[in-house]
C-alpha cells in the first residue's frame, strides 16, 4: 500500500509550504486516512500570486516549439507514472480502477493534443485586400491571457484540472488550480511530476485553501482567467464575484437520453446502465433521465431491470466493480432524501431505494418511474446511482421532455430516423447531442460544455486555448 505523506500541503514555485491548518484526505472505501494536507493561508496568497506572475513572464519567451516539446515531455512522464496515478485516483476519489486506469489514458491524450495544437496556434491572416485595404497586409496574433486561475472538481480529479492546464500552458499562459479538498493529493503529485521536465518555476501552482482564501485569488486583478468545473449553484454564483476576468464556467446537468426506433435493445440498453450507473453516477454526464417510445416501453423496463441486477457494486479497487462509493456521507445522505422524497410524491420505486454499505458510502443503482418534474430526481443533478424511466407517445414529446430542464449539457438520442435526427438536431436545447450513444460519451478533443444553467464556454484543447488567448490585429 502506498504513502502519500510527500504532498502534504500548497506546492507553490515547485515546494511544498508550510502550513497551521490542514485538512484529512480519506480513501473514499476503506475511510483510511491518505493524507493531511496544510492549508495555504492569507498571508501566503500574495506569493502564489507572484511566483505565477513571474513564471508566465518568463514562459513568454519560450516559443511555440518549446512549449509543446516540454509538453510532450510532461506526457511522456505521467506515461511513466501512469499505475501510480490510477491507483491514488481509485483511492482518493472512490473511482473503479478500471475507470481510474481509462482517467489516466485520457490524460496522455489531453497533454498530448495540446502539445500538437501549441505549434499551430500562433496567428491567422484574414482577407482585407479589397476597397482601402488593397494595400494593406493583416495578421491576427493569438496572446496569451496571462494568469489563469482553475477550480477542478473531484470526479475526474486530474483530467478535469488538465482540461485547464494543458491549454494553458499550450498558449503561454501560468496557472493556479484550486483541486477538490477531496481529492487534492492527486493534482498535488502531478505538480511535483510537472515542476520535473523543464517548465518555469511557477508555472504551475496548486492551492489547497479555504473558499475565503480562494474568494481573494477571484477577485485580484492580477488574475486574468477564471475557469470553474462544479455545481450549477457555485459556479454562477462565484462568476458574480469575478470581476472584470475572462470567465468560464463548466457545470452540471441532469443528461436525458431519448430511445425512439431502435433494432437492438440488447445493445443498446447496457450503454444506458453503464452511463447511468458507472461510478455511482458521478459525471457531470451520467445518464439520468430516460424517455422510451411507449410502444417498446414495457419491454424496454423489464430488459433494462434485468441488466441493473448485473451491476457489482463494492471496493473499487476490484476490476469488476462498476458502482462503487459516492463521495461522501453527506451526498449519499443527500442522494437517499432525494429518492424518498420522490417515493413519497407518487414515485414508483422499480429497484434499489435504499444505501448498500453505509459504512463504505455505497448507494444501490435505483431505479424509479411515475416521476413528476418537479420532483429533485428530475429536476435537479442528483450525482448518484439514480436513473428515471418514463414513456413517451409522440416523438416531439420526447425533446420537450428533455428540454424541460434548466440544464442543458449533453443529450442522447437512439434512433435508425433521418427526420428524427433532423428533428432533434434542431429542436434539443443542449451544448451536445450524442446520436445513437449515450450523453456521457466525451473525446478529449470535443467541445465540451453547456448552456442554461450548465454553463458557458467550452473545453476541448483547441476550444479552450482560444479562451486562453486574446487576438490582437496587426496591420500593415
Request: charged share 25%; hydrophobic share 40%; with cysteine.
Amino acid at each position: 500500500m502506498r504513502e502519500y505523506s510527500q504532498f502534504h500541503s500548497s506546492f507553490v514555485a515547485n515546494e511544498f509550504l508550510s502550513a497551521d491548518d490542514s485538512l484529512h484526505v480519506k480513501d473514499k472505501y476503506t475511510q483510511e486516512m491518505l493524507g493531511e494536507i496544510g492549508l495555504l493561508s492569507h498571508e501566503q496568497f500574495d506569493h502564489v500570486v507572484n511566483s505565477s506572475k513571474k513564471a508566465f513572464k518568463n514562459y513568454q519567451e519560450f516559443d511555440s516549439a518549446q512549449r509543446s516539446n516540454l509538453l510532450f515531455k510532461l506526457r511522456d512522464a505521467l506515461e511513466d507514472e501512469a499505475d501510480y496515478f490510477a491507483e491514488l485516483i481509485c483511492r482518493e476519489a472512490g473511482k473503479p480502477i478500471k475507470y481510474a486506469q481509462a482517467e489516466i489514458s485520457r490524460c496522455l491524450e489531453t497533454i498530448k493534443l495540446a502539445a500538437e495544437k501549441a505549434r499551430h496556434h500562433s496567428s491567422e491572416t484574414p482577407d482585407l485586400s479589397y476597397g482601402p485595404g488593397a494595400d494593406k497586409m493583416a495578421m491576427i496574433q493569438h496572446e496569451p491571457e496571462g494568469v489563469v486561475f482553475g477550480v477542478s472538481p473531484f470526479n475526474f480529479p486530474l483530467n478535469l484540472a488538465l482540461h485547464k492546464i494543458a491549454p494553458a500552458l499550450a498558449v503561454g499562459c501560468s496557472v493556479i488550480v484550486k483541486p477538490s479538498p477531496s481529492t487534492p493529493i492527486t493534482l498535488l503529485a502531478f505538480a511535483k511530476l510537472l515542476s520535473t521536465v523543464g517548465f518555469p518555476k511557477g508555472i504551475l501552482n496548486v492551492v489547497v485553501c479555504e473558499n475565503d482564501v480562494a474568494q481573494l485569488f477571484l477577485e485580484d486583478d492580477r488574475i486574468n482567467v477564471f475557469s470553474f468545473t462544479g455545481s450549477a449553484k457555485v459556479g454562477w454564483e462565484l462568476k458574480a464575484n469575478c470581476g472584470k476576468k475572462k470567465c468560464l464556467l463548466e457545470l452540471g446537468g441532469n443528461a436525458a437520453v431519448i430511445v425512439n426506433d431502435v433494432d437492438e435493445l440488447d445493445e443498446v440498453i447496457p450503454k444506458i446502465v453503464n452511463g447511468a450507473f458507472l461510478y455511482a453516477g458521478q459525471i457531470c454526464i451520467s445518464t439520468q433521465r430516460v424517455y422510451i417510445a411507449s410502444e417498446i416501453y414495457e419491454n424496454f423496463v423489464s430488459a433494462f431491470l434485468e441488466e441493473v441486477e448485473m451491476v457489482a457494486s463494492g471496493d473499487p479497487s476490484d476490476k469488476l466493480i462498476t458502482n462503487g462509493p459516492v463521495i461522501n456521507a453527506a451526498a449519499l445522505e443527500r442522494i437517499h432524501s432525494w429518492v424518498q422524497e420522490a417515493i413519497n410524491k407518487g414515485a414508483d420505486l422499480l429497484c434499489g431505494g435504499h444505501v448498500i454499505d453505509e459504512e463504505h458510502n455505497i448507494y444501490a443503482p435505483t431505479v424509479l418511474t411515475n416521476t413528476d418534474p418537479d420532483m429533485k430526481v428530475v429536476s435537479e443533478e442528483i450525482f448518484g446511482p439514480v436513473v428515471i424511466l418514463e414513456p413517451y407517445d409522440s416523438f416531439s414529446e420526447a425533446i420537450e421532455l428533455v428540454n424541460d430542464s434548466k440544464y442543458g449539457l449533453q443529450a442522447g438520442v437512439f434512433t435508425n430516423s433521418l427526420v428524427n435526427m433532423k428533428e432533434a438536431s434542431r429542436k434539443i436545447k443542449v451544448g451536445g447531442l450524442i446520436f445513437n450513444n449515450i450523453p456521457g460519451f466525451r473525446m478529449d478533443a470535443m467541445p465540451y460544455g453547456g448552456i442554461k444553467d450548465s454553463g458557458l464556454g467550452r473545453e476541448g484543447i483547441a476550444y479552450a486555448m482560444e479562451d486562453y488567448t486574446r487576438k490582437k490585429l496587426i496591420l500593415f
